[in-house]
Every structure is written in structure tokens, then in C-alpha cells.
């Protein structure tokens, strides 16, 4: 009987029938898993930069029974019958193990053949009860630790999905496929599903702490650029202004106020039609003087940009004899409908194809002549999971394969076109503000938000903890719809309080951005459709002395804000961290989920309830925290109660730091 091991290129080979599995060396304290059937295929989509050289010391060693691979600390066992365990190199601590979903399973790998080559695959593995698991992206359910969920792996408006995971027992998983399927974080055992893939492929890396495990994912799979010096000012955003002389009104009166102004952003249905990517001209007759005013002020404008075109759009007609539009298995290239041009009446409308260069290429001809000539550096990548209705990926078919295969690859596709083609005009400080990302998408100035929420206590405890695991999926620039998006009342007492707590929390996100659909709502007809006011002079004189204050204490730490994400540029590690990246070695640190740090030194704990004027705050051991009201030191490892009324936020220095938290 032929033994099933072989080396090939550093690479571990195992075989047994038709199913092949390798396992390669892939970065510091990381290897590459993939496996198939018959063979292992190169250049599919995924999340994985080129093959890195292999790491020194990285070798192979086969025995008559099983077979490792080593790189680091990271060792990588396999047995005769295939199944595989991740161990530490240094201590033999188990990682992670494959485990079999029944004694008459034929191993913990699955194809179910599914035609053309493609299959449904499942991968098993053991499941600790002691495990926590953090990272996978943005979702709403309101938790930080992802141990005992279900989550689809499918992009959504608020559901992001990006499959990495940060195991507390000291490993990092990056399921390295955009195909739509599932991740279970059973009792009984962990499961990733692809519905429809043509090979098996994820990336494993070991670190002795999670901020060593993001660093090992950013070599990986790409370190964030430099955050442009505007994008860490406050920006002014609101469903929507409706014409230039609006937006400008509004630009002059923070300037008036002297209230501190860095972005303003133009919402959609600026264009006559979806798909124009352009102003229409009644509304918004000279951009270019636009701009050149709001640069006078100060203000850098956005512009919303959306991926679908509507057939009454000039674009649409060429796009699709071009095959630039998404296609469709069965039926008419339509993937949602909305109003279009003067009727209410929906109309269908289709997607371009931002997994094809050449429909990057055309949406970025179209960007350059209509607002980047204008002026206009700052893009707003709406709707782009692609928000298509119904959300039936697997009739799609993309130019990277069949929408199965490769839809939750689209958001990420769609930010390179815009920052690929930004580069090369020589831009230096590229951001799109996108509703969706998926892995990598940190590497092309992505900065992700929180998506249509709602607007209550409930949705910013949620936006917290959803913001600590985007931190956690390797994404160092996110930010909320301060106030939350659906609904919200300037004039209510209630909204009042809600919104002057969600500037204190959004104060300390790595962008600091003030959007929502406020009542009253003006729906003449979907042209027309727009919120009531949200700026921030809305809402009454006393949240807007409470927002002024935290407004001046944004500005102070935007210096320190950028010191600390020029390290992460370097490091992998995000702004926004949880308690657990900095004090790993505090085992109470892990179950923190209500407060984080702010870079290296200013742990913030954000008020979340209602009412609340203390809270109870955990301060992890292994330093020393000054309370910035009271100036009283507490040592590490304790909680304390502090006062919070409406015009605070409870902040600790760590040790001896300076922070300009006062005036």
C-alpha cells in the first residue's frame, strides 16, 4: 500500500483516494491549508497575498504513521487517515483539531459534488468549552464573543461577513474563501460550510497573544495605508441634502459657529438617474465651486457612490453589450428594484461587475470625469455588499465565477477598483467609507461603518461590541452612524439623551461621523425623500453644550489618534481595541465587552442604558488608571463605580500617559 505522505517545495502532501490535502508554510508562525479533490488548484479567489518565501527553519518530517509541518511555533500534524491538528511548537499545547462528525464519517473534510467541478464543502473541527472566539466581521446580534453562534457567511446591509477568527486558546483562522455559506460555533463541534467552492482553503497562524495573531493576519493578507489627515476630524452627514446651496448652508454655519468641520458628505440620489454616477445639475449646478468653497472652510466633500445602474441611466446600455453588468444564471439581469427618475414606481436595476477590471475601469472613468475632476477625493461605497433584492447570490454569475463560488468577494473588489485607480494618479490619502468589506479589504483604505441601525440605547450597546470584533477581523478603521440611522426625533428628550451618549462612544472611534434618517421624514416621492435636521446644533441647547465639549476633547486627541495608527500600520493593530489585545495575560480582560481601549493609553467606557448617570467599569491589572474627572489613581484588577452625567464619558489614563483630555 503506497504511503499516503509526500514533500514537495517545503509543502506536506497527503493522499488517500481522490481527495488530496497540502499544507505549506505561509508567513511567520502560519501555514496555508488547502485541500481538493484529485488536485489542488492555484489562482483562485481569496484573501491571501502572493506566497511569501518560507519562513527559515520551516521544514517537513514524515513518519510511518503520520507526518508534520513546522513553521515557528505553529507545528502541524497529520495522520495516515488525514486528520489534522495544530499544536504550539514550544509547549505542545493543542490548538485546534479536526474531528469527525461520526465514527462512520469518512474524515473531517466533506465534498458533496454539486457539478461543473464545484462542491458543497464542510470542514469539522473539536470544540473547548472553554474556547472564546472573536473577530468574523460586523453583525447585529450584540455580542463580542462569537463561541455558541451561527453565522451565515453572506454580506448583508449590517451583516459583514469577514472569516477570520480569534481563538482565546492562542490561534487565528482565516477561512480563505468568498463563497456564501456558514460558520457554526457549536458545543458539539466547529463547522465551516461553503454551498458551492471547487477546493478547500484556510490560513492558520499561532501567537502567544491576539495583538501577535492580527499582526500575523496583516502580513498576511495586507496592512492598512495611512489614515488621511482629514478623515480623524468630525463629519457632517445626514439623509440627505438635497441640493448644493443646502450642503453649503450648512458648511457656513459650522464655520460660523465655529464648531470644528473636516468632512461633509453628499448623500444619494444627487444623480437624475442610478447608475449616472454624476450631479444632477438642477440640483447641484457647479460642484467644482462647491468644492473650492468648502476647501475654504476647511471641509473635504464625500460623495455618495452606489454599484447599481438602472436602465435609464446613459451608463446602462454600453455596460451590458460590454458584459460589465452582473449576470445572472436564470432570468433577466435584474438583482433589486427601486424608484427611478420622476415616478415612485420601482423599476429593476443591475449591478456592475466589480469583480471584472474592466467594470472597475469603467466606473472609475465616470468617477474621474464627474466628481474627481471636481475636485472631490473622498468616496462613500454604498449599498455595495451588492444590496441586491432579493439576496439570491446563488443565481449571480461574476466575472471571478459563479455568485456562490465568490458574491462575499464583491465589496472588496469594489474599494480596489477606487483605490487602485487613485494611486495611480498619484493620491497619497485614499478612504472609501463602505457599508460592507470582506477580508483584505483593510489593504485598499477601507474604513467599514455600522450600517442602517436603529435609533436606540439597544442599537449603540450593539454598535460597541460590533465595533470591537471589526477590530478583532483586522480592520483598523470603523465608524457608526452617530445616533443611529432609522428614525430618531431631534425634539424628543428621550432621542436627546441617546444622541449626546452616542457622540461620547462614536468621540473615540477611529472615525468620528454623525449620519441618520431623522424624524420628520419628508417623502414627497422618492426623489424627494429626506430626514429632518441632524446637525448638531438639532438638538437642543443642552446636547449640543455636551456635544461642543466632546467635539473640542476629538480634536485634542486627533495627534495622539494618528500616533497610535502609524504603529498599527506597522503592527496590524487596530485604534478601537478591546480590553484582551492590550492585557492578554488578564484573564478577566477576555470578558470585557462594554469598554476598550482608545490606542495604547485612554481606556473608554462608554454609557449604553437609558438613564445611567454611573457605571461600572473593569480596570484591567497590570497598570495603573487615573480617573481624567477626579484625577484619583486606582491600581489594575479592580472595578470601580464612577459618576457619569449626561455631559461625561467615564475615561482612565493608563499609567503615567499625557493625554490632552483636558481643555
Known amino acids: 500500500m503506497p504511503r499516503p505522505f509526500t514533500e514537495s517545495a517545503h509543502q506536506l502532501i497527503w493522499r488517500r483516494g481522490h481527495e488530496v490535502l497540502a499544507i505549506q508554510p505561509w508567513g511567520r508562525d502560519s501555514v496555508r491549508v488547502r485541500a481538493g479533490v ?33 513553521c515557528g511555533m505553529l507545528t502541524v500534524t497529520v495522520t495516515a487517515e488525514g486528520l489534522l491538528t495544530a499544536t504550539r511548537s514550544d509547549t505542545g499545547a493543542e490548538l485546534l483539531r479536526e474531528e469527525p462528525a461520526h465514527f462512520w464519517w469518512p474524515g473531517s473534510r466533506h465534498f458533496e459534488a454539486a457539478g461543473g467541478g464545484h462542491h458543497r464543502i464542510e470542514q469539522r473541527f473539536a470544540a473547548y468549552d472553554d474556547e472564546r472566539i472573536y473577530g468574523l466581521g460586523q453583525h447585529g446580534h450584540g455580542r463580542f464573543d462569537q463561541k455558541g453562534m451561527v453565522l451565515e457567511l453572506r454580506q448583508r446591509n449590517g451583516e459583514v461577513t469577514i472569516p477570520f477568527a480569534v481563538s482565546s486558546r492562542g490561534y487565528g483562522l482565516l477561512w480563505n474563501s468568498p463563497a456564501v455559506g456558514r460558520v457554526e460555533f457549536a458545543a ?45 476630524g468630525f463629519w457632517q452627514s445626514k439623509l440627505r441634502y438635497e441640493s448644493q446651496e443646502e450642503l453649503l ?27 449616472d454616477w454624476e450631479f444632477d445639475h438642477d440640483a447641484w449646478p457647479d460642484p467644482h465651486a462647491m468644492v473650492d468653497e468648502l476647501r475654504r472652510l476647511g471641509v473635504e466633500p464625500a460623495v455618495s457612490v452606489w454599484p447599481s445602474v438602472s436602465p435609464l441611466s446613459a451608463n446602462y446600455g454600453p455596460m451590458r453589450e460590454a458584459g460589465l453588468l452582473i449576470a445572472t444564471e436564470s432570468g ?49 461605497l454604498d449599498a455595495c455588499e451588492p444590496e441586491t433584492r432579493p439576496g439570491h447570490a446563488h443565481n449571480l454569475s461574476f466575472a471571478a465565477g459563479p455568485g456562490s463560488e465568490v458574491a ?54 450593539s454598535s460597541v461590541r460590533a465595533g470591537l470584533n471589526v477590530a478583532m477581523s483586522g480592520m483598523p478603521w470603523w465608524t457608526t452612524d452617530i445616533g443611529g440611522f432609522h428614525g430618531g426625533d431631534p425634539g424628543d428628550p428621550a432621542y436627546r439623551e441617546l444622541i449626546v451618549r452616542w457622540f461620547q462612544f462614536g468621540a473615540f472611534c477611529p472615525l468620528f461621523r454623525l449620519h441618520g434618517h431623522r424624524e420628520p421624514r419628508v417623502n414627497r416621492s422618492f426623489v424627494g425623500v429626506s430626514g429632518g435636521p441632524n446637525e448638531v446644533w ?9 456635544i461642543t465639549d466632546v467635539m473640542a476633547l476629538r480634536e485634542r486627541l486627533r495627534p495622539y489618534l494618528h500616533d497610535q495608527l502609524r504603529d498599527g500600520e506597522r503592527t496590524g493593530l487596530p485604534l478601537m481595541r478591546p480590553l484582551l489585545l492590550e492585557f492578554p495575560g488578564d484573564s478577566a480582560a477576555w470578558s470585557v465587552d462594554d469598554q476598550f481601549m482608545f490606542g495604547r493609553d485612554l481606556l ?42 449626561l455631559d461625561r464619558i467615564p475615561l482612565f489614563v493608563r499609567d503615567d500617559a499625557r493625554l490632552p483630555v483636558h481643555p
Not at 488536485?39 to 518565501?53: K, R, S, V
Not at 474592466?358 to 477625493?377: P, S, T
Not at 479589504?441 to 442599537?459: C, E, H, K, M, N
Not at 484625577?631 to 472595578?639: L, Q
Open 38 to 70: 484529485h488536485h489542488i488548484l492555484d489562482g483562485l479567489p481569496g484573501a491571501l497575498d502572493a506566497e511569501p518565501p518560507a519562513p527559515d527553519g520551516a521544514r517537513v518530517e514524515i513518519g510511518a504513521d503520520q507526518a508534520t509541518l513546522t
Open 332 to 380: 433577466a439581469a435584474v438583482h433589486a428594484e427601486w424608484p427611478d427618475g420622476e415616478s415612485d414606481s420601482d423599476i429593476g436595476v443591475a449591478f456592475y461587475d466589480a469583480t471584472d477590471e474592466r467594470a472597475r475601469d469603467w466606473l472609475w472613468d465616470q468617477l474621474y470625469e464627474h466628481y474627481y475632476k471636481a475636485g472631490v477625493r473622498i468616496w462613500w
Open 188 to 232: 458539539n463541534g466547529t463547522r465551516w460550510v461553503a454551498d458551492q467552492a471547487r477546493q478547500l482553503d484556510y490560513w492558520l497562524t499561532a501567537g502567544t497573544t491576539p495583538a501577535e495573531i492580527l499582526s500575523n493576519y496583516a502580513d498576511a493578507t495586507g496592512h492598512a495605508p495611512r489614515l488621511p489627515s482629514w478623515a480623524s
Open 604 to 645: 473608554v467606557a462608554p454609557v449604553t442604558v437609558p438613564g445611567a448617570r454611573s457605571r461600572e467599569i473593569y480596570l484591567p491589572a497590570g497598570a495603573a488608571w487615573t480617573h481624567t474627572d477626579t484625577g484619583v489613581v486606582h491600581r489594575g484588577g479592580t472595578r470601580v463605580t464612577v459618576d457619569a452625567p
Open 249 to 275: 448652508g450648512v458648511a457656513r454655519e459650522y464655520a460660523r459657529r465655529g464648531l470644528p468641520l473636516s468632512v461633509i458628505v453628499v448623500d444619494y440620489l444627487h444623480w437624475r438617474h442610478i447608475g
Open 538 to 546: 438639532s438638538f437642543g441647547d443642552e446636547a449640543l453644550d455636551a
Open 408 to 461: 462575499n468577494l464583491y465589496p472588496r473588489e469594489h474599494a480596489r477598483g477606487v483605490y487602485e485607480h487613485m494611486q495611480a494618479l498619484g493620491e497619497t490619502e485614499v478612504l472609501s467609507l463602505s457599508r460592507s468589506a470582506w477580508a483584505g479589504s483593510q489593504r485598499y483604505g477601507v474604513a467599514l461603518w455600522s450600517g442602517d441601525i436603529p435609533a436606540t440605547f439597544d442599537a449603540l450597546a
